[in-house]
């Protein structure tokens, strides 16, 4: 089944949201593993600033330490999704799907390639272009031209084909916060926003009907709220 509960679940901590995500996902997989009705999950958040580190990522990449990270009111988590490092704060959305992919036809690279289509459909809609770069996961604005920079990060996990974790957009996000870092571990490419590219805060209401919308479009998702 393609049923989906989309949850706003407004700007809440990451550890918070985390905790929910694994409580959904093992939901999911129980009905699953059942052959019970289930549903879906998709859902949207702002979070409080963090820095979070995939399983992958390199410690390294994190530039400052822990007395600076508390005078940035920011905390650092590692986490079981792919990918380096990177941030979260007021202003960008994050998405996370808890979805089972075999009820979708989809493998976890078509997945992500989803993903990131929804994602540069969504900005398209405000004349920004943005694409692929080989290699590096998410959507970039300008990927092979030293002005490379990235708008979206994307990480996701996978447990018996159910998935959790997801993408973050920068939408009116405080791109200072990424001076504090190598983003997902590039040490050469920059990072933006909507807000950044457009030279104006963007509504966020209006970026989440978008990417909601995105989502019914290229995956088939029928929403219950």
């Not at 708008?151 to 957009?169: D, E, N, P, Q, W």
Request: charged content about 25%.
């Amino acid at each position: 089944m393609r049923d989906t509960q989309w949850i706003d679940l407004g700007c809440k901590s990451y550890r918070e949201v985390w905790e929910l995500q694994e409580n959904l996902l093992e939901a999911v997989k129980t009905a699953k593993l059942n052959k019970t009705s289930k549903k879906n999950y998709l859902l949207f958040v702002e979070h409080d600033p963090v820095y979070t580190l995939g399983k992958s990522g390199n410690e390294a990449n994190m530039l400052i330490d822990a007395i600076r990270l508390r005078a940035e009111h920011a905390e650092f988590i590692k986490v079981d999704r792919g990918g380096d490092i990177t941030f979260h704060g007021p202003g960008q959305l994050v998405v996370y799907p808890i979805i089972d992919l075999e009820a979708f036809g989809l493998g976890v690279k078509e997945y992500v390639d989803t993903l990131e289509e929804i994602v540069i459909r969504t900005i398209a809609d405000y004349g920004v272009v943005g694409k692929r770069l080989a290699g590096a996961t998410g959507v970039w604005l300008e990927p092979e031209t030293p002005r490379a920079r990235k708008i979206c990060a994307i990480g996701v996990k996978c447990s018996r084909y159910v998935t959790m974790h997801g993408f973050a957009l920068n939408v009116n996000t405080d791109l200072n916060y990424f001076n504090y870092i190598h983003p997902c571990g590039f040490v050469d490419k920059g990072v933006s926003s909507l807000q950044k590219e457009l030279g104006q805060p963007v509504d966020m209401a209006e970026v989440k009907e978008k990417v909601k919308s995105y989502f019914h479009s290229l995956l088939g998702t029928t929403f219950c709220e």
